[in-house]
């Protein structure tokens, strides 16, 4: 079907657009990629090196630079001959050499299996690995020549194959890059596979119109070049007939038939500059009626691929309705040729052309590094891609493409899988290796997750993860457990006053008071509690209003929620009023509460914070909360701690303990800190995992020397791996 090119041949055609180029290169790339080559015969059962001419002569039609037309010669050389990189530098200069290896590269990663939406990852990944976008070029020409030899490989089920990869990645990707002849034919080809019957169908309408509408045609064109030359316009005019397979997407995007599509000829206008592509329009648009919703303006707004055109479609000449495509020489060159038109040859200006291009950048990433290796999954673990600046691409030990903001991290790529992956998110592996869960991940890197049934998703994970869908996941589980501390806490807070006040509580009575707090369920209040917006006395009064309460100390005090273990010496119980607190700088008899967040120990550097309605809360000077009434200096009291016989004999000290899982770990700890005089008043266990525990402990201490005593002998213990005194609840 189509004729063998020779190097004399290419030499003929490539002086023809380009007087100055290089041929003795030619000549040589066609003599070493004959030698390389040798022996090897394709399908066909022509010589091997028949093929590269080819590719070369599609570029050469494209008025491609003598450098792309040498690497296409070459292309196959490093991947199928004995040739390596260094014979090509020194025979043609690095320049070519780089390219040749960039389409071994690309012609490497299109061995991995890809479909559906994997292919559109497929092709950004092609498109970021290409250092060089001339690189893409070479290799759509070379899908281009094996598909236009593709009847002679002798299996339908690999034929489909072939093709149906040229649909759904090479198509797109020559669209991507905006040449469009490619584009066109290869489509043309793969339909030619992929549904024969279709094609032929549509084949023989075509050639019907063409007999039959000839002369209309004629007949449309000669009437708007006189509209445009009366206007004094010089103007191109041509009737393009559209391609087999877009007349056939479009039926079944449009579900009509052969006979109702308007617009299987579309005209063509190409003007001189962009003032008379609007002239144009307006000129055609006040001669013939427009058909509604059927104007584009891609010269205002081009296509992502740089395409500039103007389309329209009219009721035109001979009541046919047609479309109209306006646009410039430079606008047409650009939508036949895409990015090439930045690498075609112009007047020996190659430097400008490379310079031109500089703006495709985006296209070509370098490819960091690819080793050679043996298995496909060797080769996704050392593959490292410097891709698009706002994305990332990542393979799952399935060598499924995922792509994911750039910054991403194992947990944003769990919950890219599914958010049960997210969920149950426990660690991950990088290229094989134990990676921390807030790593940032790198293109090409493959990515395992691995998962335990009890594992939920960290508060702290919302600070490092990118995507929206697992900040979403996370915050919507965070809600959920604090809901669930909150209903518990004012749950027991409530119970508290209850008892304090001498009566049993029942949930009966709180359904009584729901109207009162714009509530629905028991639980409403008791979040509200929890989180402090609802005072538990409050509702307490609204059970009973008629009650007279004695005077208590506040059941919210974070202090006294530490009801495990009996009061320490010094402070009361029941529903005595508080006793003198050995704290300077108070007025007597004024009620004192220590701070939860940071327990303070006599011995800290402390300062009083007026609350209404509950006198002075005591925090340590570097306690955090303190920032929160930095806006209220006249609510601050500089007290300390006193002396003498009233002083306290014990304080809750909380100290954080991440302890070794290992049987009898426990027990020593307590026996520790029970040698050294310390009595612990509760404890909680914060996260498990397979080796560690980490536990918050509250523990009766006199003073802070007494605490700093424990937590030095805790260090000394083998079981004990860290501990530290905590700040914040």
Not at 189 to 206: G, V
Not at 341 to 361: I, L, P, S
Not at 578 to 591: E, H, Q, R, Y
Request: a neutral charge.
């Amino acid at each position: 079907m189509y004729a063998h090119m020779d190097a004399d041949q290419l030499i003929h055609k490539v002086k023809a657009y380009n007087p100055k180029a290089d041929t003795a290169s030619i000549v040589n790339a066609a003599a070493f990629a004959k030698e390389m080559h040798g022996d090897q015969t394709r399908a066909s059962g022509e010589p091997y090196y028949t093929h590269p001419l080819e590719v070369a002569e599609i570029l050469a039609d494209m008025r491609l630079d003598t450098t792309t037309i040498v690497t296409a010669i070459l292309h196959d050389t490093l991947e199928d001959t004995e040739a390596d990189y260094e014979d090509l530098e020194r025979k043609f200069g690095k320049n070519v050499a780089d390219l040749v290896n960039g389409v071994s590269k690309l012609t490497k990663i299109e061995s991995q299996t890809f479909e559906g939406k994997q292919a559109e990852n497929f092709r950004k990944l092609l498109l970021a690995m290409s250092e060089d976008i001339r690189v893409l070029l070479i290799k759509l020409a070379d899908r281009l020549h094996n598909m236009r030899t593709l009847h002679h490989i002798l299996k339908p089920e690999k034929r489909r194959r072939i093709a149906r990869e040229t649909f759904e990645i090479y198509g797109p990707l020559a669209e991507r890059v905006g040449t469009h002849q490619i584009k066109e034919e290869l489509e043309d080809l793969a339909f030619q596979y992929l549904n024969p019957e279709a094609r032929e169908s549509i084949t023989k309408r075509l050639s019907f119109l063409r007999k039959e509408g000839t002369d209309m045609v004629n007949s449309i064109i000669a009437a708007l070049e006189k509209l445009l030359k009366d206007a004094g316009i010089p103007a191109q005019v041509t009737g393009r007939e559209k391609s087999r397979y877009s007349i056939w997407k479009k039926m079944q995007r449009k579900n009509v038939t052969f006979e109702q599509l308007s617009d299987i000829m579309a005209f063509r206008i190409v003007v001189e500059s962009i003032d008379q592509c609007y002239h144009s329009l307006g000129l055609i648009h006040s001669h013939y009626p427009t058909v509604p919703g059927r104007f584009k303006d891609y010269i205002s707004t081009p296509k992502p691929n740089g395409y500039r055109s103007i389309h329209t479609t009219v009721i035109g000449p001979e009541s046919q309705r047609i479309e109209v495509q306006i646009r410039t020489v430079e606008m047409h060159e650009e939508a036949e040729l895409g990015v090439a038109a930045h690498w075609a040859y112009k007047d020996g200006q190659t430097e400008a052309a490379v310079k031109d291009a500089r703006k495709y950048r985006w296209m070509r990433e370098l490819l960091d590094i690819l080793e050679q290796e043996q298995r496909p999954e060797d080769f996704l673990e050392s593959t490292k891609l410097e891709l698009f600046q706002d994305q990332v691409f990542v393979f799952s030990p399935k060598g499924d493409l995922i792509e994911l903001p750039n910054g991403a991290t194992p947990i944003d790529f769990a919950y890219a899988i599914h958010s049960a992956v997210g969920n149950r998110c426990v660690g991950a592996k990088i290229n094989g290796r134990i990676a921390p869960l807030n790593s940032r991940l790198n293109n090409g890197d493959q990515v395992e997750i691995i998962t335990a049934k009890t594992q939920n998703p960290s508060p702290t994970w919302e600070r490092f993860v990118v995507t929206g869908k697992a900040r979403s996941h996370i915050r919507r589980f965070i809600r959920n457990q604090q809901r669930d501390e909150y209903i518990t806490l004012g749950r027991a807070m409530l119970q508290k006053v209850f008892r304090q006040e001498g009566y049993e509580y029942t949930e009966k009575a709180v359904m009584g008071v729901l109207q009162n707090f714009k509530a629905e369920t028991p639980d409403d209040v008791f979040a509200n509690i929890g989180s402090g917006l609802t005072g538990a006395r409050d509702v307490f009064k609204a059970i009973f209003p008629a009650h007279q309460t004695t005077p208590l100390r506040d059941p919210d005090s974070p202090e006294d929620l530490n009801t495990a273990a009996p009061p320490a010496p010094g402070r009361t119980s029941g529903g005595g009023k508080d006793s003198p607190m050995p704290i300077k700088g108070l007025i007597p008899g004024m009620a004192v509460h220590f701070a939860g967040c940071c327990h303070p120990l006599p011995g800290d550097r402390i300062v009083g914070i007026v609350t209404t309605g509950k006198g002075v809360t005591i925090h340590t000077i570097d306690c955090e909360t303190l920032e929160t009434f930095a806006d209220t200096p006249e609510r601050w009291i500089d007290v300390s701690w006193g002396e003498g016989p009233d002083s306290p004999e014990a304080h809750v000290g909380r100290i954080n303990v991440t302890l070794a899982n290992s049987p009898g770990a426990l027990g020593t700890l307590s026996t520790v800190i029970g040698k050294n005089g310390g009595n612990i008043t509760n404890l909680k266990i914060t996260t498990r995992s397979v080796d560690f525990w980490d536990m918050l402990l509250d523990i009766y201490v006199s003073d802070t020397r007494h605490l700093n005593n424990i937590i030095a002998a805790l260090r000394a213990t083998p079981q004990v791996a860290n501990v530290e005194r905590a700040r914040g609840r």
